[in-house]
Nanobody, 130 residues
Framework: QVQLVESGGGLVQAGGSLRLSCAASGRTFSDYVMAWFRQAPGKGREFVATISWNTGNTYYADSMKGRFTISRDNAKNTVYIQMNSLKPEDTAVYYC???????????????????????WGQGTQVTVSS
């Protein structure tokens, strides 16, 4: 059974940085796509970024480009999201998600759809104060 455990959330001032971690376990993830989503109070789940575990290729939501960086550490089975220049509107619960990569979907941009993901972590709260 795949398990995803997020950590690293907290309270930060606007302009600050945080790095979230997602520790994955339960199987080999070389054929998986990993992603970060977020959900602010009263809003739907929003795509942040995705990474192909095997190739390291990445894809970002337009609003995150240049501020957020997704990466993975194969040895630690961990995916990260480095978040810089944080804004109050980045306040949300951040979730890690995983699914197998499928040739049906083609490019990584297709994996921005949260409904494709079978496995989710419990989420970690990020609060950015102004």
């Amino acid at each position: 059974q795949v398990q995803l455990v997020e950590s690293g959330g907290g309270l930060v001032q606007a302009g600050g940085s945080l790095r979230l971690s997602c520790a994955a376990s339960g199987r080999t993830f070389s054929d998986y796509v990993m992603a970060w989503f977020r959900q602010a109070p009263g809003k739907g789940r929003e795509f942040v970024a995705t990474i192909s575990w095997n190739t390291g290729n990445t894809y970002y939501a337009d609003s995150m480009k240049g501020r957020f960086t997704i990466s993975r550490d194969n040895a630690k089975n961990t995916v990260y999201i480095q978040m810089n220049s944080l804004k109050p509107e980045d306040t949300a619960v951040y979730y890690c998600a995983a699914r197998t990569r499928s040739p049906v979907y083609g490019g990584l941009w297709r994996y921005s759809d949260y409904s494709l993901y079978a496995y989710w972590g419990q989420g970690t709260q990020v609060t950015v104060s102004s």
